[in-house]
């Protein structure tokens, strides 16, 4: 059965910082890995996705690698913005069942000014 | 686009209620999906139509809960009898191609069970 861990659970820098969050996954045998940022209140909004044969993917100071063999994935943000203050989950359909996909419990990201 | 639409937004209902949560998705997509979240499980996912059609319903947590999805543009989710531990945020995301391609997911409705 697969399983997705998030680390850190919480994190709190200064604005300008160069972050990394990271996700874990037991079964290699993913589709695809995805990335996503939940603002308080509201519905997720997509931000990467990386094909199981890519090794990363980048989006404005957004940068997510994959590492298949280890079962890993890390989102890269660069200069953190207070508006970049979110809850971040990733995502990942296994093969076994490609439809559904299994989160993560999320990082919760707080920049400050 | 409008994005996913979810109504209501907000309903707190007492035990034993009948709740019907709503969802329009995104004009062309063929995916729908219903999710709850909750602080103790995560993001869970319920059910999965692919053109309309339940293809997995594992999720679904006892009988008490039905989804439908009439036609390509409306779902329901409901909940007969509600109990307390229904209460959770619930999401409807649509794709164009079902679960490993984007999703896009709706603003949620939060449902209080007293």
């Known amino acids: 059965k697969q399983e997705v861990t998030q680390i850190p659970a919480a994190l709190s820098v200064p604005e300008g910082e160069n972050l990394v969050l990271n996700c874990s996954f037991t079964d290699s045998a993913i589709y695809n890995l995805q990335w996503f940022r939940q603002d308080p209140g509201k519905g997720l909004t997509s931000l990467l996705l990386i094909q199981s044969s890519q090794r990363e993917q980048t989006s404005g100071r957004l940068n997510a690698s994959l590492d298949k063999s280890s079962g890993r994935s890390t989102l890269y943000i660069a200069a953190s913005q207070p508006g970049d203050s979110a809850t971040y989950l990733c995502a990942v359909p296994p093969l076994y069942n490609t439809d559904k996909l299994i989160f993560g419990t999320g990082t919760r990201l707080q920049v400050f000014p | 686009d409008a994005g996913v639409i979810q109504s209501p937004r907000h309903e707190v209902t007492e035990m034993g209620q009948e709740v019907t949560l709503r969802c329009k998705p995104i004009s062309g997509h063929n995916s729908l999906f219903w999710y709850r979240q909750t602080m103790m499980r995560g993001l869970e996912l319920l059910i999965y139509?692919?053109?309309?059609?339940?293809i997995d319903d594992s999720g679904m947590p006892e009988d008490r809960f039905s989804a439908k999805m009439p036609n390509a543009s409306f779902s329901t989710l409901k909940i007969q009898p509600s109990e307390p531990r229904d209460s959770a945020v619930y999401f409807c995301a649509s794709s164009w191609g079902g679960g490993p391609y984007e999703q896009f997911f709706g603003p949620g409705t939060r449902l209080t069970v007293l």
């Open positions: 139509f692919n053109n309309n059609v339940p």
